[in-house]
């Protein structure tokens, strides 16, 4: 699941996703209703792809937690975030056994229930796949340096030759 490029404002309901970068901020289109808003660099903006959940073996990424929930789901909705607390809780148990339950409080399960609900809705929840984008250089263009490689061997890129006044 791509969270690359969704948002959550703070002070403003839903998801959005990041349209286009300006000098003073940027252009966000509502999940909910796909309206364009502007925001600016003052804004509390939280990129879904930095969020993590706190774990007792550490902090695992929001995106994994969402992947966990889509599997348990078959990419279906999961359960409403308006549940009564004792069953959200129970319900991410079965999402994320290990989640820190001193840390992870019932107010931030609701939250990634509804957001991922919201995702869901608009068709974002996928399976993960890498895409390369550039080509990997061929092995022979790689050359390998080593403390015994003498600097002689290592070929540096050809400099251009400047042009002389005569």
């Known amino acids: 699941m791509n969270l690359e490029k969704i948002l959550s404002i703070s002070g403003k309901p839903?998801?959005?996703i990041l349209r286009?970068?300006?000098r003073t901020g940027f252009v966000a289109e509502s999940l909910v209703d796909g309206k364009k808003i502007t925001v600016n660099l003052k804004s509390n903006v939280s990129l879904l792809s930095e969020i993590s959940v706190y774990t007792y073996e550490?902090?695992?990424p929001l995106s994994d937690?969402?992947?966990k929930i889509a599997d348990k789901e078959n990419k279906g909705q999961a359960i409403s975030h308006?549940?009564?607390?004792a069953k959200l809780t129970a319900y991410f148990k079965e999402i994320l056994p290990d989640y820190d339950e001193e840390r992870v409080y019932p107010s931030d399960i609701k939250k990634i229930l509804n957001w991922y609900n919201m995702l869901q809705a608009k068709g974002l929840v996928t399976d993960e796949v890498a895409v390369?984008?550039?080509e990997a250089p061929a092995a022979e263009e790689l050359v390998a340096v080593t403390e015994e490689t003498p600097i002689a061997e290592v070929k540096a890129p050809a400099k251009k030759a400047k042009a002389t006044k005569e």
């Open 132 to 134: 390369a984008t550039e």
């Open 58 to 60: 550490g902090e695992k």
């Open 14 to 16: 839903g998801l959005y």
């Open 20 to 22: 286009v970068q300006t």
């Open 82 to 85: 308006k549940e009564d607390n």
């Open 65 to 67: 937690v969402m992947q």
